[in-house]
């Protein structure tokens, strides 16, 4: 059997086993940000501590309570506390002194690059916010921003929340269709876009989908456009607007108003069981802190560093983890506007190699697909500069994560598996570099101030080594406040399953191991249920990933006559490898058998050239149900490639 790991670093030897536990380098835990103190402050006084992080913030006026649960589930916290988001985000690291650091070294998809400071973020997002107030808007209205990533982007962002303006970032592939749900159900009154986004070395429209999206679109007064490609685009004379013919000219001075704790921040929408897409409302003064504090706790960042947050605006790790958490701390970030293999696939090591990016945060699916194109593509590159690495979006299988570390990480940066949801508006379970001994693919446990168990179907603690429902039992500061026009479905989904006990469900599996390490397992409905024995799919993706052969591996649930559900797994193989068919699956079969259970072996392998995902690179598993099931295939239209079962059903 092949299993062995490709990498020299992370090969286990014969006679010594790999301790799979990675304790924190002292001199890293010496000057880390997060202390071990952390944990006991928390634990002293929970919400105390959390007043403690409010302090973070520039406040206009402070809170008189910390937190009103009375109405739950819609949490007030700071309740009374006025501040502005974009002044502590910009405004203020100009007052202390910090106008001529850098705020966004960009870099777009063509090579071209722009460098902003604080005072150069200060004076454009003065002017767009003059500028949209000169447009009539005001504090409550809705805003919907549908852009790549590029400086404006963000700039649009900060003028909303400077001004009160709740943002609906919706992401820039989607298509015309998705883009007009989000501008009703929000009823924007303005439109932010481009005329046309970079990707891979094509200018692709933007400003035709728009025009398509508000096309009888009510409540849309206005669309402003930012010139990204220089393409023509169609103009509707009164309604379009030019952004440098109305932003540019416009003022750069500009003084934020205080805005109370609880004012709606944004919605961003996110897909849930249905098919109609939930608006999840976040406000102000809680979301702030929580963003700020983890942002400094959980990546150490510190003023010398360089970070990079590999997301799009799009999704909510854009939001907390470039927008909000980062600015708030006064960081120097890269942001990149193009896909990581344009033009080719040293893209993302150059950026760090250029720009000596000391802190880097992306999604397993990344590094999987770095590990698919092969190492000698990063250590071609000077990577020096990384001191920790983050993960987020799904579970990180142990082999990706080694690999992380000794490819990227040097064998020595310390990785935070950070858990957390659109809903939960910031990380939630997550190592704390310096404080925690890791374990590859676990998230490890809550952080400081949060709360979360691990629950069976009675709401009963499952304890070590049982695995169960992952809730969360006490309200926290950037939780969701409800679903936008939709308080019932708020109350539904998230609050029902423990409605007596009053506990948030995250709709996520997990387990502690025999130490308490925290592992979530992925959505409960990519838990399958084989002859009465559940198994995640993401353990048996984890399994088959483990195997040299395999870069990638997606495993869905199929209806079964005899086992309830039958194991179906699709797999891409490593670059190099021959696809021996049944002799390979075969090997691929006994290696999810050993590794877990011969229950958890799948009863059909596909050997595919690649799985469906959507563009925020979340597989598909839904469709690969349907595949496996020999169903027509549901909506694709969130695909980011629906040729890709072409090339599945052929496989
Ligand atoms: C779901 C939330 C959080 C920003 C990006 C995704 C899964 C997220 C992890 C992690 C295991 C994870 C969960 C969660 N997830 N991070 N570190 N380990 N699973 O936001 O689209 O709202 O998705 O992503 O299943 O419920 P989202």
Not at 107 to 133: C, H, I, K, Q, W
Not at 477 to 482: F, W
Not at 498 to 526: H, I, N, P, T
Request: with cysteine; hydrophobic share 40%.
């Amino acid at each position: 059997m092949t299993s062995a790991p490709s990498t020299p670093n992370s090969a286990p030897s014969a006679d010594t086993p790999e301790p799979d536990v990675y304790p924190p380098n002292p001199a890293f835990a010496a000057a880390a940000n997060a202390q071990p103190s952390l944990y006991d402050d928390a634990a002293r006084d929970r919400l105390a501590f959390w007043e403690t992080q409010a302090e973070r913030l520039h406040w206009h006026e402070k809170w008189s309570d910390v937190l009103d649960w009375s109405g739950a589930p819609v949490a007030k916290w700071f309740v009374g506390g006025k501040l502005n988001v974009a002044y502590n985000c910009v405004d203020r690291h100009v007052l202390e002194g910090n106008g001529e650091r850098v705020a966004i070294e960009f870099e777009g998809e063509p090579g071209d690059t722009r460098t902003l400071t604080y005072n150069d973020l200060l004076a454009e997002v003065s002017r767009a916010a003059n500028a949209f107030t000169d447009l009539g808007l005001v504090a409550g209205d809705r805003v919907a921003v549908y852009m790549p990533m590029i400086p404006e982007a963000i700039v649009t962002m900060l003028a909303c929340a400077r001004l009160g303006l709740t943002h609906s970032v919706v992401f820039g592939g989607f298509s015309a269709g998705a883009l007009r749900s989000r501008i009703d159900d929000a009823e924007a009154k303005l439109v932010v876009t481009v005329d046309g986004q970079w990707r891979r070395g094509k200018p692709a429209p933007l400003k035709s989908a728009v025009d398509e999206a508000v096309d009888g679109a009510e409540s849309v007064e206005n669309v402003l456009v930012v010139r990204r490609t220089g393409i023509d685009v169609e103009w509707t004379e009164g309604r379009d607007l030019c952004w440098h013919d109305t932003v540019d000219p416009a003022s750069p001075e500009h003084t934020a108003q205080p805005f109370d704790s609880e004012h709606p921040l944004f919605i961003l929408y996110t897909s849930g069981t249905t098919g109609k897409p939930k608006g999840i409302v976040h406000t102000t003064g809680g979301y702030l802190t929580q963003v700020s504090y983890t942002h400094h706790n959980v990546f150490d960042y510190k003023p010398d560093d360089v970070y990079w947050c590999t997301a799009d605006i799009g999704w909510v790790t854009g939001h907390s983890y470039i927008v909000y958490g980062p600015l708030s701390n006064g960081v120097t970030q890269v942001v990149y506007e193009g896909t990581p293999n344009s033009p080719d696939e040293h893209r993302h090591f150059q950026i760090i190699e250029k720009y000596g990016v000391s802190i880097y945060y992306t999604a397993p699916t990344m590094v999987r697909t770095f590990m698919k194109w092969g190492r000698a593509i990063p250590d071609a590159h000077d990577l020096s500069s990384i001191r920790l690495l983050g993960s987020v979006g799904e579970p990180i299988n142990p082999e990706a994560w080694r690999w992380y570390r000794d490819v990227i990480g040097g064998g020595t940066a310390p990785i935070v598996d950070t858990w957390w949801q659109t809903e939960t508006g910031a990380i939630m379970i997550s190592p704390l570099p310096g404080v925690t001994t890791t374990k590859p693919g676990s998230a490890m446990a809550p952080l400081p101030g949060i709360s979360a168990k691990i629950v069976d179907d009675d709401g009963k603690d499952v304890g070590n080594g049982g695995s169960g429902y992952l809730v969360l039992d006490e309200p926290w500061p950037s939780m969701l406040r409800g679903i936008w026009g939709d308080m019932d479905r708020y109350r539904d989904t998230y609050w029902s399953r423990y409605a007596e006990q009053g506990w948030y469900f995250a709709g996520d599996g997990a387990k502690f191991d025999e130490d308490g390490a925290l592992w979530v397992m992925g959505r409960v409905d990519d838990v399958m249920n084989v002859s009465g024995h559940r198994i995640s799919t993401a353990e048996v993706e984890s399994a088959l990933v483990g195997h040299s052969g395999v870069a990638e591996a997606a495993v869905v649930g199929a209806t079964d006559d005899t086992t309830g559900q039958g194991i179906v797994a699709f797999v891409i193989l490593r670059q190099g490898v021959e696809n021996t068919g049944d002799p390979l699956i075969a090997e691929l079969r006994s290696q999810v058998s050993t590794d877990i259970s011969p229950i958890a072996k799948p009863r059909e392998i596909h050997i595919v050239p690649e799985l469906p995902k959507t563009r925020s690179g979340k597989i598909m598993r839904r469709l690969l149900r349907d595949v496996a099931e020999g169903r027509e295939l549901g909506d694709t239209s969130t695909l980011v490639d629906p040729g890709v079962f072409e090339a599945i059903r052929k496989a």
